[in-house]
């Protein structure tokens, strides 16, 4: 994986709106990809997933957009609650090489207000 | 979901001692465990992969005689820092596979006097 500094890249919203964060991923041949929400001083949570043969995929007000051709993906958060405050990973794999050893993103601060 | 625990949330330690962190799964089998590192402010950084029954594999860049890993049995891995350093301060993060998902546990801080 690779780390960056100390300057992650935020974003800050009101409550109720809709966000949208992005991220930009290194390996073309990665078939896997997951968003991941890690909370201050907590392990990350499970998001969502999706693999290379879709392009989007909707869960419980989260939808993942994956463009291969890119190299980027999205993950957006319908109705921003105070609650999705939190760092925000996406991870990338290669399931037929390196099953299961993640390559994560820089991460983006997530700060909603009230 | 599935659960990963992991044991102790926090530890300081005198530098030049060891430090062993567990990460156990508690609701399903895990033959394979992941360990990563992440510095404050910083992404998660994979540090090894914990085989049930074998030897683990390293990135690049990690010392296996610092960072030594055994995974004993189906549900339980351990990590431990052997000598450590204040530059080893940061947070352990253990992972592991239930039902085609990766779970990780809720992170070890550790800090390093």
């Known amino acids: 994986g690779e780390s960056v500094g100390l300057h992650l890249p935020t974003l800050s919203v009101q409550e109720g709106d809709n966000s949208i964060i992005n991220c930009a991923y290194s390996?073309?041949?990665?078939?896997?990809f997951i968003w991941y929400k890690q909370e201050s001083g907590k392990g990350p949570q499970f998001i969502i997933d999706?693999?290379?043969?879709?392009d989007k995929r909707q869960g419980q007000r989260v939808t993942v957009l994956l463009n291969k051709t890119v190299k980027h993906l999205s993950l957006q958060i319908a109705a921003t609650q105070p609650g999705d405050s939190a760092v925000y990973f996406c991870?990338?794999?290669?399931?037929?090489?390196?099953?299961?050893?993640?390559?994560f993103g820089q991460g983006t601060i997530l700060t909603v207000h009230p | 979901g599935a659960v990963v625990s992991q044991h102790p949330s926090r530890v300081i330690c005198k530098s030049g001692t060891s430090v062993k962190i567990e990460c156990r799964s508690l609701?399903?089998?895990?033959?394979?465990m992941f360990w990563y590192r992440q510095f404050p402010k910083q992404s998660l950084m994979l540090m090894a992969t914990?085989?049930?029954?074998?030897?683990?594999?390293?990135e690049q860049g990690v010392e296996k005689d610092k960072f030594l890993i055994n995974h004993a049995s189906l549900t339980l891995s351990t990590l431990t820092v052997t000598s450590a350093h204040p530059e080893d301060s940061s947070f352990y993060i253990c992972?592991?596979?239930?039902?085609?998902?990766?779970?990780f546990g809720p992170g070890t801080r550790l800090l390093v006097l």
């Open positions: 914990s085989n049930e029954g074998s030897k683990a594999t390293y």
């Open positions: 390996n073309s041949a990665s078939d896997y």
């Open positions: 991870a990338e794999n290669n399931i037929g090489t390196s099953y299961g050893k993640l390559t």
């Open positions: 992972s592991a596979f239930a039902r085609e998902t990766q779970y």
């Open positions: 609701d399903f089998q895990a033959t394979t």
């Open positions: 999706i693999r290379s043969n879709m």
